[in-house]
């Protein structure tokens, strides 16, 4: 029993389709590139004071979507709302965005203040009122003391933090930012992370969509994460639930990492879950996608949620190790299961730790694995 699965609507839990007109909303939206769909009826809304991560694999559309709600590019159908305002045919700069990109995109030959006010002057702001909505931009992203300065005289961070006050002095209902922090090295990119997340909690009524290929990032700041493939929308919920409940092997793997254990189910799958045959044993699971009784599929359970068995009522999954890293906080083992299929768990504290070729017993909760249809290429580990 197949059949095609239903478009994923990108809209926060108990509100209709382009019902959050006042933030950010994509209706049913089709972009092609000379005959090719590159985004295909993508609907997502985002409210007004949150912030929604699109992850997704590399072509997968994700900046298309962000250009489409700026107005760099045209739909070939559908809508975009912003603010409550069909903004489908309006030019980028009427459509109260703004927008920050990876490659800070700032005059060389502007100092910061000037940097920030040029967009002030592009939009027809008052001249009187630039100076203090410059300086309260810099204030916000904590460049107050560097006014004066050229792009040249900071460093990298310092650069993003001018781009994104430039895009905030416009006081924009929307604020797209793609990958802004890509081209930063990994201890700046925590600090930003943090600021980002502060200048969330500082511009309640701001609608954010954040494109990422860094699910620490998406998983960080976001209030939902859409997830994209193919030029589709393939999964939208909260980080916990597309990582507690991912809706099909994509999501798992893409948002954390999982073990896709083989698993066939005993009888059909309702909404208070599953039965399924896990090696020698039948668990009771979560599920989230109907599949008839005797489906091979396979059990999503995370690394850091498999532990070594101590004799308690879990499952066991009977296993060799086959390799064991030290992590900082945890150990890190693979095992081959005994009844086939491999699996990783990160496992802290352990002061004898197994080697390769061990015989371990691992187990889980089954409160915390959830059963999803076989991946159609029968792969889907993820690691990193
Ligand atoms: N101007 C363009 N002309 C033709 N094809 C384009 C154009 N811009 C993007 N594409 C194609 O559209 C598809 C989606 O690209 P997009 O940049 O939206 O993906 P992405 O998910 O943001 O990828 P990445 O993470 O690599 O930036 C890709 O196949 C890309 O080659």
């Known amino acids: 029993m197949t059949s095609a699965p239903a478009p994923v609507r990108g809209t926060p839990q108990g ?17 092609a590139y000379h005959g090719t769909t590159v985004l295909d009826g993508f609907t997502l809304d985002v409210a007004p ?40 045919d309006l030019p980028p700069y009427r459509r109260g965005i703004g927008m920050v990109v990876q490659q800070y995109a700032l005059f060389p030959h502007l100092r910061v203040e000037q940097n920030v006010a040029f967009g002030l002057k592009a939009h027809k702001v008052p001249r009187a009122d630039i100076p203090g909505r410059v300086a309260r931009a810099l204030e916000m992203t904590g460049m107050a003391g560097y006014a004066r300065r050229y792009p040249r005289e900071l ?98 793997s893409f948002v954390g990492q999982a073990n896709l254990l083989p698993v066939t189910t005993l009888a059909e799958t309702g909404p208070d879950g599953a039965r399924v045959a896990l090696a020698d044993n039948e668990v009771r699971v979560a599920a989230v996608q109907p599949l008839p009784a005797g489906t091979d599929a396979v059990l999503c359970v995370r690394p850091h949620l498999v532990r070594l068995a101590d004799g308690g009522d879990g499952p066991t999954l009977r296993a060799t190790v086959t390799d064991v890293q030290w992590r900082g906080s945890v150990h890190r083992l693979h095992a081959d299961l005994v009844t086939g299929g491999t699996v990783t768990a990160d496992i802290g504290e352990l002061r004898t730790p197994p080697v390769p070729g061990d015989q371990v017993v691992l187990t889980f909760d089954p409160e915390d694995a959830v059963v999803l249809p076989a991946a159609p290429d029968g792969g889907g580990k993820s690691d990193d």
């Open 155 to 252: 460093s990298g961070g310092q650069q993003q933090r001018v781009a994104i006050a430039r895009a905030l002095a416009i006081r924009p209902d929307v604020l797209l930012l793609d990958e802004p922090l890509s081209a930063l090295d990994v201890q700046l990119r925590t600090g930003m992370l943090a600021e980002l997340a502060r200048l969330h909690r500082d511009l309640p009524d701001v609608s954010m969509l954040y494109v990422t290929h860094d699910q620490v990032e998406a998983l960080t700041l976001a209030d939902r994460i859409a997830v994209m493939k193919d030029a589709r929308l393939v999964d939208c919920g909260t980080p916990q639930q597309l990582y507690r409940r991912p809706r099909d092997t994509f999501t798992a």
């Open 15 to 31: 509100a209709e389709a382009g019902a959050v007109r006042s933030g950010l909303s994509f209706e049913d939206v089709t972009v």
């Open 49 to 88: 004071g949150e912030v929604v991560a699109l992850l997704g694999p590399s072509g997968s559309g994700k900046t298309t979507a962000l250009r489409t709600a700026a107005g760099f590019t045209s739909p070939v159908r559908g809508r975009v709302h912003i603010g409550g305002r069909d903004v489908t």
